[in-house]
Structure formats: C-alpha cells, structure tokens
C-alpha cells in the first residue's frame, strides 16, 4: 500500500462541524436568554398586578345639593267631615221610615217615625195631673184671699191666715211641677220624628218597619248621616318630617278607583304631639268633595311638597357605613387617601339621604366603601363608566 492511501482528512469536514457547534450554542444561548426575559418580565407583571389588587379600587360621588324641595308620600284614611249615628231618644216600635242608603237629605229632614204607645199614656197621666193640680192651686188661692179678708175684721188670726197663704204657695208649685212633667214628656213625645241633624248623605240604615226600638246610647244605631261635601284625612307623619308639614300647606292625594287622576287636599291641624308608640303625629287634610267622587272609609295616599334646605346635602344611602365608631361615610383627599367622616342623617329618601352635617359640597365620597377600609388606605378611584355601572347597580 502506498503512502498516499494513508493522508489525515481534509480540514474543511471539521471547519463546518465547529461552524454548526458554534451556531447551535449560540441558539441555546439566545434560547435560554430569552426564556429567562420572559420569566422575568412575568414576574415584574405579576408582582405589578399582585400590587394593583393590593390598592382597592373604589367608586367616588360628589354630594348633590339639597336646594330642591322634595314630596313625601304617605298612606292615609278619609273620613267624612261630619259624621252622625242616630240612636232613638225614645223607645217604641218603628212606624215608618223615608231615606234609605245613599238618600242626600237636608236638616231637619224626615227620617223616621217611632210609635210610642206607653209614652202616649204618661202624657195623659201627666196632664191629668197637671189639671188636678191647677184645681187645686185654685181653691187654695180663693181660700187664702177670703181669709186675708177676714183678718181685716178680726175674724181669724194671722197665724191661720199665714197657713192658707202657705198652702196657696205650695199648691202653685205642684202645678208648676206638674206643667214641667208635661212639657217633658211633649219634649220626649218630640223624638218620635227623627230627623237629619245638618245636610248630607244617609251612609247606613240600621232598622225596619215594626223594629222593637230601645232608647238612648246604648240601644241599635239607627241611620248614620255623613257630611260628604268635605273630607278629612288622617295621616301619620314621621317625627323628623312634622315640622316641614304646616298648617295651610298643600297636599296631592290619589285613589285606586280614579287612577292617574289626583286631588288637592289642604292641611288643617296638627295634633303637635308624638305618638310615643309609632312615633308619628297625626296631621289632619281637608278634601273638598263637591262633586262626591271620593267615598269615606277608602284608602288614599297622599303627597306633601317638602320645602326646601338650601344647605343640606344628599348622598347615596350605600354610601353610610355603621359601626362600632357610629354613623361614617369615606371620603378620598387629593392623594386618594381615605379618611372616615362622623355624619348625621336628617331625611331619608330609601336610595339616597339627606346629611346635616359631616361633609363638605366639594367631597368624593366613597359610594360602597369595601371591607376592611381603614383612615389612611390608599385607594384608585374607579373610571367614570365604570363608576357609573357600580352606582346603577347600587
């Protein structure tokens, strides 16, 4: 075999391998490189976004101003303005009867007739008494002046003149007292003819033809009159809303059976007292009633324009926080930094309240301040829109 069978390689062979290993470490170098970035660059997201969750995002709200008036609605009872149960001032049976339900009848009117017969009776017994009496008033007065005339001739003595006189004296009262026991009974014998006490409407009919009737108070109610063409409604006004309602002030009130349609109602009286059970005060409405819409006994609601408190402030009621340390809402200063405000609530609107005092008009007050809040905590105040889906939510 010859030498030349037994020459080294060529070196382009190797040239090319250390070319391909040069250039696959450096692959793996950049691969690795980059895979370190990006877990690094995954950490500083994490730890950013770990930091961002730290800070509580809130949504803020500036007070609005209570300068504008607001209604309070309330439910109510409307009564007639006058309301009469008729009760007999006799006893008898019921002769007749002529308004029924629902009849409008004038002062004075006929109502009914009640038979008295015993009451019949005593008035003749009394005037049978009367008459004896003033017989006897009579005689005894013929019989004092003849003895006064006797006197004068000595005939008699004064001391029986005296008793002649005071026999006279006598008789004329038992027949004055007679005279009264009659005109009593004539007055009694009056009350068989029950008439309507003022003009108005017969709201109930409580008797019949030959009804066995008992006399005074505690025997049957026999018709009700009600004065229909005013009606009064009671309402029961919450103790921090009495003083807003006045005297003469207005009030709207509807009904269920005229929907969409309302009435004026004007405040007549007070009761200028709490009821230590409910704590409200009752306040009178007269509703005029001209046309007889409205019925009495129904319920109404009514609406009383509050008037209006240049200086108070409202906010949302999700906006109070309530805890060991009272009644607070959280406010953000300028470096978004919390800080908790004692407040008083003067009215409550359900959604929102109105506040006394605590905050100023130029506040951003916390509208659901988060769990665990605390004076001090940094917060980020939510976007605007998103501010705006929290309160709709609220």
Same mark, same amino acid.
């Given at each position: ?42 950490? @500083? %997201? ?10 509580? $995002? ?9 300068? =504008? ?13 006058? @309301? ?29 007739? +009640?038979?008295?017969?015993?009451? /019949? ?20 007065? $013929? ?7 006797? @006197?004068?001739?000595? !005939? ?7 008793? =002649?006189?005071?026999? #006279? ?9 007679? &005279? ?13 003819? +029950? ?12 008797? /019949? ?13 026999? #018709?009700?009159?009600?004065? $229909?063409? %005013? ?5 029961? *006004? ?6 807003? +309602? @006045? ?6 009130? !509807? ?8 009435? %004026? ?12 059970? $409910?704590? %409200? ?20 609601? *009514?609406? #009383? ?17 309530? /805890?060991?340390?009272?009644?607070? *809402? ?6 978004? =930094?919390?800080?908790?405000? &004692? ?37 980020? +105040?939510?976007?605007?829109? =998103? ?8």
């Amino acid at each position: 075999m010859s030498s030349d069978s037994f020459q080294s390689p060529s070196p382009t062979p190797r040239r090319r391998l250390r070319v391909a290993g040069i250039i696959a470490a450096i692959v793996i170098l950049a691969i690795v490189v980059a895979g370190v970035a990006t877990r690094a660059n995954d950490a @500083r %997201t994490i730890s950013k976004w770990t930091d961002e969750q730290a800070t509580p $995002t809130v949504a803020v709200v500036e007070p609005e101003s209570g300068d =504008k008036g607001h209604d309070l609605q309330l439910p109510g009872r409307l009564e007639a303005y006058a @309301r009469a149960p008729i009760y007999a001032r006799v006893s008898g049976y019921l002769k007749s009867w002529s308004a029924d339900i629902g009849a409008k009848v004038k002062a004075g009117q006929l109502l009914a007739e +009640i038979e008295t017969p015993d009451l /019949d009776q005593q008035l003749l017994q009394a005037r049978a008494d009367l008459a004896s009496a003033q017989a006897n008033a009579a005689l005894a007065g $013929t019989t004092a002046k003849r003895w006064e005339g006797m @006197r004068d001739s000595d !005939s008699v003595s004064k001391q029986e003149v005296d008793e =002649k006189t005071g026999d #006279f004296t006598a008789k004329q009262a038992l027949a004055r007292s007679a &005279q009264a026991n009659v005109d009593r009974i004539m007055a009694l014998k009056s009350f068989t003819r +029950i008439v309507a006490p003022f003009d108005g409407v017969v709201t109930a009919r409580e008797t /019949d033809v030959g009804a066995l009737i008992n006399a005074g108070g505690g025997g049957q109610e026999l #018709f009700v009159v009600s004065d $229909t063409h %005013t009606l009064r409604m009671y309402v029961n *006004v919450p103790q921090n809303y009495a003083p807003s +309602i @006045r005297e003469g002030a207005s009030a709207t009130l !509807s009904v269920p059976e005229y929907p969409g349609q309302t009435f %004026t109602g004007k405040v007549e009286a007070s009761a200028n007292a709490i009821n230590a059970a $409910t704590g %409200t005060t009752l306040v009178q409405v007269a509703v005029d009633n001209r046309d007889g819409k409205l019925l009495p006994g129904s319920y109404a609601s *009514v609406k #009383f324009d509050l008037p209006s408190d240049a200086g108070s402030l409202r906010v949302p009621a999700s906006a109070l926080v309530f /805890d060991d340390k009272g009644l607070r *809402v959280a406010v953000v200063d300028a470096q978004n =930094k919390v800080a908790f405000k &004692q407040v008083t609530i003067t009215r409550d609107y359900g959604k929102s309240v109105q506040l006394g005092s605590g905050i100023a008009a130029g506040d951003r007050v916390i509208e659901s301040p988060p769990d665990g809040l605390a004076d001090g905590d940094t917060v980020r +105040i939510a976007a605007p829109d =998103k501010a705006k889906a929290t309160h709709a939510k609220a």
